[in-house]
């Protein structure tokens, strides 16, 4: 590894993001299978460059299951998985991040005690000097981290606090600016509202948009369609571990994809079914008018 940390990586990415709307990174008919269990199953998925795409989904819909293929945690059992146009089959997380694919998972790969700066390096650090007298480079990696948490918008007073005392919000802005540092070309977030209030959620969202504008392809995984509609650009959504749907912006509505992810056919089978027991149809109205006439009657 070189002393700016970054190892192989510098050599096998463009220096200069491809046009927007490129395809970075496809699934075509994906699936996974755990012995006898099926727990993804011929899923699409196309991630382009400068755009964001939404996976929606429940809980036990394949989300889990489709990060850890994209991210080189699991191997796919079915159908294909592309890089840049060609196959591939990752067997390390470190494989995807050398194809410029990094994962944010919820619990960020901090450690609270430490500062920001040193999380921002954690595992990349930078050094100077010769072997054996090399020594850390600390004022540059203050400069460097300071830098890149500013391109994406961030700004923090202090970077020798401990990263533990900053908001939930400024936690996750700071992963994203790391792994855009290290060479990410793709960005895979794991919920990263899940935990979050409104405002800081915001903070996310708008750091979300930063990093599509730098030329990214983001892959929002997120149960919040509220939330995937303010920033997406495409949606798919997972249900039982398929593909239930898959629209641009422009073709759906935040109302049709809290339908889809609700299962809405579903929903409204039980609402017929409960209104029956309650002896009124799906609208709250009783299901003999008549015996209502009869009643006023007497």
Known sequence: MNDNGAGTRDALLPGTPPPVGTPLVELRRAGKSYGNVRALH???LTVRAG???CVLGDNGAGKSTLIKIISG???HTEGEFLVDGRPVRFGTPREALDRGIAAVYQDLATIPLMPVWRNFFLGSELTRGPWPLRRLDIARMKETADRELRRMGIVLDDLEQPVGTLSGGQRQCVAIARAVHFGARVLVLDEPTAALGVRQSGVVLRYIAAARDRGLGVVLITHNPHHAYLVGDHFS????????LSADRADTTVEELTDHMAGGAELDALRHELARVR??????LPEDPSDTSAEGNT
């Not at 959504?237 to 239930?244: I, Q, S, Y």
């Open 42 to 44: 011929g899923v699409d």
């Open 51 to 53: 755009r964001v795409t």
């Open 73 to 75: 945690l699991h191997r």
């Open 237 to 244: 959504v997972l249900r039982l571990g398929t593909l239930e």
């Open 279 to 284: 002896g009124v149809d799906a609208d709250g």
